[in-house]
Nanobody, 125 residues
């Protein structure tokens, strides 16, 4: 499967952005999906994940209710709605696919098989 993230940009602190990740490939709807982010000089960080059927979600501890991950399998698209953004959220955001579709959502980047190219989110203070 190929993944392409979009929707990043420059936003002021307190603002919102909606990221999208378009997937190609017939088996997308069976994959668990996730968003990761990487800020300059920092390691890649788990943001959120969603099970293939959209029923179960998981979030990084820093999210604190500000982000919502969702998916539309009919459109082969993953989303990340980000609200109450702050400068610490500045990073390149990437979407990833876990082809196992396991019951337990995975938070380690090494457990994901396919990656998009990332979209830059910059939050100004």
């Amino acid at each position: 499967v190929q993944l392409q993230a979009s929707g990043g940009g420059l936003v002021q602190a307190g603002g919102s952005l909606r990221l999208s990740c378009a997937a190609s490939g017939r088996t997308y709807s069976f994959y668990n999906m996730a968003w990761f982010r990487q800020a300059p000089g920092k390691e890649r960080e788990f943001v959120a994940a969603i099970r293939w059927n959209g029923v179960i979600t998981s979030y990084g501890s820093f999210v604190k209710g500000r982000f919502t991950i969702s998916r539309d399998n009919a459109k082969d698209t993953l989303y990340l709605q980000m609200n109450s953004l702050n400068p610490e959220d500045t990073a390149v955001y990437c979407c990833a696919a876990d082809r196992t579709g396991s019951a337990a959502l995975r938070t380690g980047p090494d457990r994901y098989d396919y990656w998009g190219q990332g979209t830059l989110v910059t939050v100004s203070s």
